[in-house]
């Protein structure tokens, strides 16, 4: 009965199938794992570093421990979940072996001038800056942010990729935010003088 | 007195809306980010790597079973030596009968004492490699 089921589990879950077919010697079913998971993998690997060649490198990296760490797969979670705490573990020793070349966090530039005729392209370059910037963040609070934006901001997927405890992921994502917070004032331009006026006016009518 | 209160109000309330929209604005740059297509030749440089690590002969153990007697000798050897050391105390060591050899045959022997025991320490490595690589005998 068990194995009926099981069975029935490996073929709805393409994931499973391949490994069951990897793990009886068919290396070739490891393609469509790669072909599945490379896109994530890529892309995560990009946020870490931000250096397409070396997320690829890293990434490739992350697919080979997978095979070889494929026949330890305990099966307690997802098949996505174990290989991005794997790919994650990948990328963080991968970087502290060489670490990303940064500018310290108060000296990232922050892109921005009233003066600006190029709204669009100054807009890009603001984003960009911003992107840098988590990278020039401690470790501890750059993996928790890159991780959390990667899951499209999944606090629950985030924690189980890093293997920690959803309140101290968002600790460590509240203190993150306010280390950019700190870094880009300018980004507080943002609260419109429409609701400022609403405000005041709200008051003075109150007085 | 209204008025300053009414202003301290609007700006703590501008903090706390700034706060809030500069949490929003970083979450908008950092979740919109743009998606990276892996380039035309990952997939088959993976399956080139994964090819080789599966064609490629497993790492070769450590021979436990191999080496299990001469550590277990060796560890012997210094407990031994140990536990003489200890029996005898270590001030007794300066008490050795001292050499009787001529004097111009101390240095020489002192010297061909050490060579002795380098070859000796050189041929019992020799003796647990070939041992350890699985081969017996002395040749």
Redesign the interface.
């Known amino acids: 009965m068990n194995a009926t089921l099981s069975a029935e589990k490996n073929f709805a879950d393409p994931d499973l199938a391949d490994v069951a077919r990897v793990l009886t010697g068919d290396v070739a079913a490891f393609e469509g794992i790669v072909l599945r998971w490379q896109g994530p993998l890529v892309n995560m690997a990009w946020r870490y570093c931000r250096d397409r060649g070396r997320a690829e490198e890293m990434a490739q990296e992350a697919f080979l421990r997978a095979w070889r760490g494929l026949a330890n797969w305990r099966r307690e979670g997802s098949f996505s979940t174990w290989l991005f705490a794997l790919a994650a573990n990948v990328y963080r020793n991968e970087l502290k072996r060489f670490p990303v070349e940064t500018l310290p966090l108060e000296d990232v530039p922050e892109a921005f001038g009233p003066a600006s005729q190029h709204r669009e392209v100054e807009e890009r370059i603001r984003q960009e800056a911003v992107r840098r910037a988590v990278l020039a963040l401690p470790l501890r609070y750059r993996e928790p942010v890159v991780l959390y934006y990667f899951h499209e901001m999944d606090v629950a997927a985030a924690a189980a990729t890093m293997g920690m405890p959803e309140g101290t992921l968002k600790a460590r994502l509240a203190r993150a935010r306010a280390l950019l917070r700190e870094r880009f004032p300018l980004l507080k331009v943002a609260c419109t003088a429409m609701e400022l006026t609403a405000l005041t006016t709200g008051k003075e009518a109150m007085s | 007195m209204?008025?300053h209160k009414?202003n301290r109000?609007?700006a703590e309330?501008?903090g706390s809306?700034?706060?809030a929209?500069?949490?929003?604005?970083?979450?908008d740059?950092?979740?919109?980010?743009g998606?990276?297509?892996?380039?035309s030749g990952?997939?088959a440089?993976?399956?080139e790597?994964?090819?080789q690590?599966?064609v490629a002969p497993l790492p070769i153990p450590f021979p436990w079973r191999r080496a299990l007697p001469g550590i277990a000798l060796t560890a012997g050897v210094f407990g031994w030596g140990a536990v003489e050391l200890i029996r005898q105390g270590l001030p007794e060591l300066t008490s050795l009968p001292p050499l009787t050899l001529p004097a111009a045959l101390i240095a020489p022997a002192v010297q061909a004492g050490w060579v002795a025991m380098a070859l000796g320490v050189s041929l019992l490595c020799w003796l647990l490699a070939r041992r350890l690589a699985g081969r017996g005998g002395l040749l």
């Open positions: 209204i008025q009414t109000t609007v309330v501008t809306c700034r706060e929209m500069d949490e929003t604005r970083i979450a740059i950092l979740a919109g980010e998606e990276l297509i892996p380039s990952f997939l440089s993976v399956m790597r994964v090819q690590e599966a």
